[in-house]
T-cell receptor, first 114, second 111 residues
Framework: TQLLEQSPQFLSIQEGENLTVYCNSSSVFSSLQWYRQEPGEGPVLLVTVVTGGEVKKLKRLTFQFGDARKDSSLHITAAQPGDTGLYLCAGAPIPSGNTGKLIFGQGTTLQVKP | NAGVTQTPKFRILKIGQSMTLQCTQDMNHNYMYWYRQDPGMGLKLIYYSVGAGITDKGEVPNGYNVSRSTTEDFPLRLELAAPSQTSVYFC??????????FGPGTRLTVL
């Protein structure tokens, strides 16, 4: 069974601080995605990384896919209260059997205090 | 575009009751998924479908059933509700190329 483990599970920081969330596995994934979920809503895709070593930036968010495509990280610079939410990583397993199925990590709850 | 819609938003069931969670998407996606989300557990796949008339079990299918008679609709049926089925249920759709689009969820409590 392929698993994705996220750390930390909970993070409470002050506005302006930097943080990194990790998503690790012993399995290789064809791609890895990061979603953000706000209370009472469904997850919304932030980014997809496909190539080993790939780095993508989305304003103050930096996403990296590990060279071996087994892990990923999300770094937020100068966090703001609007960044508060649940961050989920999700991997496309190999093989996927053309199902589009994703394996989700357990999530990281981020609270940014003003 | 409404995207993925789910009804109801909230529901309280008694043990042993049955209900159907509705999911509709207007993006003409072939692939649809049902997940449950429990605190600290991420999203667990219940059932999925790769096209109308085709469904398959996910990671946690026991106690649930699905059907896919049209591309747009993918209802999830709970028979004989149990307290262990208390959860938030999300429906998602996609093109099969990784990205999934989620509905707003149904919060279900079984007492």
């Amino acid at each position: 069974t392929q698993l994705l483990e996220q750390s930390p599970q909970f993070l409470s920081i002050q506005e302006g601080e930097n943080l990194t969330v990790y998503c690790n596995s012993s399995s290789v994934f064809s791609s890895l995605q990061w979603y953000r979920q706000e209370p009472g809503e469904g997850p919304v895709l932030l980014v997809t990384v496909v190539t080993g070593g790939e780095v993508k930036k989305l304003k103050r968010l930096t996403f990296q896919f590990g060279d071996a495509r087994k892990d990923s990280s999300l770094h937020i610079t100068a966090a703001q209260p609007g960044d508060t939410g649940l961050y989920l990583c999700a991997g496309a397993p190999i093989p996927s059997g053309n199902t589009g199925k994703l394996i989700f990590g357990q999530g990281t709850t981020l609270q940014v205090k003003p | 575009n409404a995207g993925v819609t789910q009804t109801p938003k909230f529901r309280i069931l008694k043990i042993g009751q049955s209900m159907t969670l509705q999911c509709t998407q207007d993006m003409n996606h072939n692939y649809m998924y049902w997940y449950r989300q429990d605190p600290g557990m991420g999203l667990k796949l219940i059932y999925y479908s790769v096209g109308a008339g085709i469904t398959d079990k996910g990671e946690v299918p026991n106690g649930y059933n699905v059907s896919r008679s049209t591309t747009e609709d993918f209802p999830l049926r709970l028979e004989l509700a149990a307290p262990s089925q208390t959860s938030v249920y999300f429906c998602a759709s996609g093109t099969g190329t990784d990205t999934q689009y989620f509905g707003p969820g149904t919060r279900l409590t079984v007492l």
